[in-house]
């Protein structure tokens, strides 16, 4: 399973960088959603997730901080908005999941 995780954070990042460059299609949205839950729930564990979480809200709040940038600001404020995508469901999942750990406790 760990192999799994791993390699769909690969591919997920492989598919955002791909999708900013210029393949702009709807659906590569869905795949690096559905990669992001992946990697939510077979590659966080317990004991990464505030790391996890700290460093999902910093990409998500720089990365349209990246459009100052002269001539390559928009291509990378575009392949990190689909890093964002992608690592939103995993946040999703990770936040959730912390959430009820909490509540158990």
Excluded: C, H, Y
């Excluded at 999708?19 to 702009?24: N, R, V």
């Amino acid at each position: 399973m760990q192999q799994i995780g791993k390699w769909a954070f690969i591919v997920g990042l492989v598919i955002a960088v791909l999708a900013g460059i210029g393949l702009d299609q709807t659906w590569f949205t869905w795949v690096l959603a559905l990669l992001g839950l992946i990697v939510g729930i077979l590659n966080v564990t317990s004991g990464e997730t505030q790391g996890f979480l700290l460093a999902a809200i910093a990409l998500m709040l720089s990365a349209n901080a990246v459009q100052a940038i002269p001539f390559v600001g928009a291509q990378l404020t575009q392949i990190l908005s689909n890093v964002v995508a992608f690592m939103a469901a995993a946040v999703l999942v990770v936040a959730l999941r912390a959430l009820f750990e909490t509540v158990r406790d």
